[in-house]
């Protein structure tokens, strides 16, 4: 969910699925190290963007945006 109660969208170029998990993430070129970033993913892109993120270096970690019941 975002902030304002919608359901999050995957962030993947394309896709309209419903995200599950929160990819963190921060450029520390561009960013302080405090910053965080977050791209929303669902079940079928999670493992792409952390890859796509975690070979530059700038994944940080992957969260659920389910919360445990």
Do not use: Q, Y
Request: charged letters at 25%; one cysteine or more.
């Amino acid at each position: 969910m975002t902030d304002d109660g919608t359901p999050a969208i995957c962030s993947a170029k394309g896709c309209s699925r419903p995200a599950a998990w929160r990819v963190v993430w921060n450029n520390p070129k561009l960013h302080a190290p405090d910053r965080e970033k977050v791209w929303a993913a669902c079940d079928g892109h999670r493992e792409f963007l952390s890859h796509h993120l975690a070979i530059r270096s700038f994944l940080r970690r992957v969260e659920s945006l389910i919360p445990p019941s």
